[in-house]
């Protein structure tokens, strides 16, 4: 009887002991666990902090960076890209050629030297409309294009159209007619005046002054002269 006593009291002993050391072990898991989650709420917090830290930092770097460039850029040439204007061809409508091969179909003015020798296709001048460019023969060490400004048709079927050379300071007229089977034209240019003559789609370009001095005699005075007028009472 007294072992089984005996056994009894060790066996509630025992129990006692494991449920002291129970509770302990509680109180100290939970102690961790609630150190666990301050723990884990400073982590998360500092990491939040941390990355409002380095989102205003990345912010303001960027403005930083921003206003460098922006910097950088005034001192930089800037080309800036354009799209090409288009601009029409000039019309080549008037072409020079051998001159001994013009002479065969259209002589020479008497005494007078042509500048060039031309060939112009039938309807060259009837088929140029207002807003066209004409790529014009060489003229007094010169190259132009003229830009057509007016047409008309007359009563017996030729054609005249009238412009102005292009990329010139001054205003330098451009006139040209084309009849059946002639054609004439009067160009002014910073190195003078010329005209255009041709037939049947050939012909030359003469300087005006050189035409000028042909035409007329400078041997004679161009004055007039008072007559006495006792002679005719």
């Known amino acids: 009887m007294k072992k089984i006593i005996f056994f009894l009291l060790l066996v509630i002993i025992g129990i006692g002991i494991y449920l002291s050391f129970f ?47 922006l910097a950088s850029e005034k001192d930089d040439d800037i080309i800036e890209e354009v799209e090409p204007e288009m601009v029409e061809d000039a019309k080549d409508i008037m072409v020079e050629t051998d001159i001994d091969e013009v002479q065969k179909e259209l002589p020479i003015k008497e005494g007078i030297t042509p500048v060039a020798s031309i060939k ?26 003229a830009k057509i400004s007016d047409k008309q048709t007359h009563k017996n079927g030729s054609v005249t159209v009238t412009g102005n050379l292009v990329d010139s300071d001054k205003e330098y007229s451009v006139v040209l007619t084309e009849g059946k089977s002639m054609s004439f034209g009067t160009i002014t240019t910073p190195n003078g005046s010329f005209e255009i003559e041709t037939k049947n789609g050939v012909g030359y370009v003469y300087s005006t002054d050189d035409i000028d001095k042909k035409l007329i005699d400078y041997s004679k005075k161009d004055t007039l002269v008072p007559t006495d007028a006792h002679s005719h009472e």
């Open 23 to 69: 509770s302990s072990q509680v109180k100290v898991d939970k102690a961790l666990m609630v150190n666990d989650i301050e723990q884990l709420d400073t982590d998360v917090q500092e990491e939040l902090i941390l990355d409002d830290l380095i989102e205003e930092k990345e912010e303001n770097s960027s403005v930083e960076d921003i206003d460098k460039a």
């Open 120 to 145: 112009m296709p039938k309807n060259s001048i009837k088929n140029l409309n207002i807003g066209d460019t004409v790529s014009l023969p060489y003229m007094g060490n010169g190259q132009f294009d």
